[in-house]
Nanobody
């Protein structure tokens, strides 16, 4: 229902930081709950972080809490994921997602951006 494009991935060393960006099309970005998911090698896609329409409420997977921060700039139709203290186990394709429909599931997905963390 909405086009999402991620950017900012790359190859970094353990302990480094990256900031991912996701830009959405349309004029209703501010209405969407936005989230980040990831899928590591040989693993299923998992939830990483989410943010409410206002950005006032955020929530994180236990594995990233305290290290990652999700934020949004509705004027720019962009959501960010600041990733600090990266670990090799953070290596994954990171996907931006949006809840655009009436349900609670994320129904719109970006193509993903690769994050590789070496030790």
């Amino acid at each position: 229902q909405v086009q999402l494009v991620e950017s900012g991935g790359g190859l970094v060393q353990a302990g480094d930081s990256l900031r991912l960006s996701c830009t959405a099309s349309g004029r209703t970005f501010s209405r969407y709950v936005m989230g980040w998911f990831r899928q590591g090698p040989g693993k299923e896609r998992e939830f990483v972080a989410g943010t409410s329409w206002s950005g006032a409420s955020t929530y994180y997977a236990d594995s990233v809490k305290g290290r990652f921060t999700i934020s949004r700039d509705n004027a720019k139709n962009t959501v960010y994921l600041q990733m600090n203290s990266l670990k090799p186990e953070d290596t994954a394709v990171y996907y931006c997602a949006a809840r655009t429909g009436p349900g609670q599931e994320y129904d719109s997905w970006g193509q993903g951006t690769q994050v590789t963390v070496s030790s």
